[in-house]
T-cell receptor, first 115, second 113 residues
Framework: DTGVSQNPRHKITKRGQNVTFRCDPI?????LYWYRQTLGQGPEFLTY????????KSRLLSDRFSAERPKGSFSTLEIQRTEQGDSAMYLC?????????????FGEGSWLTVV | DQQVKQNSPSLSVQEGRISILNCDYT??????FLWYKKYPAEGPTFLIS?????DKNEDGRFTVFLNKSAKHLSLHIVPSQPGDSAVYFC????????????FGTGTRLKVLA
């Protein structure tokens, strides 16, 4: 399977714990995105990487959230001191590196439930 | 401020008929638009895209129309099939500045057999 891969698919954690999600993009894609989706909403942009450089972070990404893409391949999204409001589906997507007209392809998502 | 709006939260259509899903946007800098389909507990699946230099793009049963003056796009599915039942999202991006995509809130389509 050469699509975007995310793991774990499901994570239940207690409030206050840290969680980390991993994303492996489509191999030839230089751009990688993290989105969050809650019930009844569309995906909300969190952050974006061009290779290993994190070029934009949303205001949604509080100090408890950090994302890395150390070698320009896979990426991790860490949430520290989780809160119940962090419960959502975390989506990773990737796209090729063209000036415009890039289609982004999503992974299956990682469900987070904070209890 | 919701830059991409899908004002119909749900739509029911008889199998074999046309489904029309609508999307409005406010940012005139948007120049590339995509439609995604999403089943529960799965990530969005890309369906079809359109660039602002076109007003129509067709792929099999799916056609997207873009009306730049009205800042409106629509997705037509014909004929509709029960397997098309899902939530549909439109998304938009602007070439200048960042490359992030802004999504609407989705329309749940139910195709009745």
């Amino acid at each position: 399977d050469t699509g975007v891969s995310q793991n774990p698919r499901h994570k239940i954690t207690k409030r206050g714990q840290n969680v980390t999600f991993r994303c492996d993009p489509i191999s030839e894609h230089n751009r990688l995105y993290w989105y969050r989706q809650t019930l009844g909403q569309g995906p909300e942009f969190l952050t974006y990487f061009q290779n290993e450089a994190q070029l934009e972070k949303s205001r949604l990404l509080s100090d408890r959230f950090s994302a890395e893409r150390p070698k320009g391949s896979f990426s991790t999204l860490e949430i520290q001191r989780t809160e119940q409001g962090d419960s959502a589906m975390y989506l990773c997507a990737s796209s090729p590196d063209r000036a415009s007209g890039n289609t982004i392809y999503f992974g299956e998502g990682s469900w987070l439930t904070v209890v | 401020d919701q830059q991409v709006k899908q004002n119909s939260p749900s739509l029911s259509v008889q199998e074999g008929r046309i489904s029309i899903l609508n999307c409005d946007y406010t940012n005139s800098m948007f120049d590339y638009f995509l439609w995604y389909k999403k089943y529960p507990a799965e990530g969005p699946t890309f369906l079809i895209s359109i660039s602002s230099i076109k007003d129509k793009n067709e792929d099999g049963r799916f056609t997207v129309f873009l009306n730049k003056s009205a800042k409106h796009l629509s997705l037509h599915i014909v004929p509709s099939q029960p397997g098309d039942s899902a939530v549909y999202f439109c998304a938009a991006s602007a070439k200048s500045g960042t490359y992030k995509y802004i999504f609407g809130t989705g329309t749940r389509l139910k195709v009745l057999a």
